[in-house]
């Protein structure tokens, strides 16, 4: 896991997390950049973390991926695990340890952005693994079968590169 990879993960997953929370709740720009930017380091984090393991080999040890979390519906999962810390953080923030109902209708849509960022941050990371030479895996015949469409290596700063200037651009169209 390459740190030049992780930050353009969390630039590309912040800037389409913000620009999907900007459509649906444009009054809450800044809130959702920051809920965004909070939800995409969690997430792209646990999901590199979890879901590479190193083989040893005759020419050392080499980092592979596994299905354990680089397919499209376990990354949902994973997703939606990433957000559960911060969930808990804002219900602390807002109750306290105690509950007042009257504050529960200016959650609402703080707690929808939060399952949408969790659902839609495991597929995001997938969409820019789907262009590295090792892919992300598609069950076919029973068996897990890595899938690419195309093989740049995941430390290529120009598509690296493309990936932070994609998701700076997004963060800039959900401002607009």
């Not at 997430?43 to 040893?56: F, P, Q, V």
């Not at 430390?155 to 607009?176: K, Q, R, T, W």
């Amino acid at each position: 896991m390459n740190l030049v990879r992780l930050r353009t993960h969390y630039i590309f997953s912040t800037g389409l997390l913000t620009l999907l929370d900007s459509v649906l709740f444009h009054e809450y720009f800044y809130y959702a950049l920051i809920l965004s930017g909070i939800v995409s380091v969690i997430g792209n984090s646990l999901i590199d973390r979890i879901g590479h393991k190193e083989i040893a080999t005759r020419y050392g040890y080499i980092p592979v991926r596994t299905p354990l979390t680089h397919t499209i519906p376990r990354s949902v999962v994973w997703g939606i695990v990433s957000v559960v810390p911060v969930f808990i953080l804002l219900l602390i923030y807002y109750y306290g340890f105690s509950y007042h109902e009257y504050y529960f209708s200016l959650s609402n849509k703080v707690v929808l952005l939060i399952l949408l960022n969790g659902v839609v941050v495991g597929p995001s990371h997938l969409f820019l693994d789907v262009f590295t030479e090792r892919g992300i895996y598609v069950k076919k015949y029973g068996r897990w079968r890595r899938f690419a469409l195309a093989h740049f290596r995941y430390d290529n700063p120009l598509v690296n590169g493309l990936a932070i200037i994609a998701g700076a651009v997004m963060i800039y169209l959900a401002y607009l």
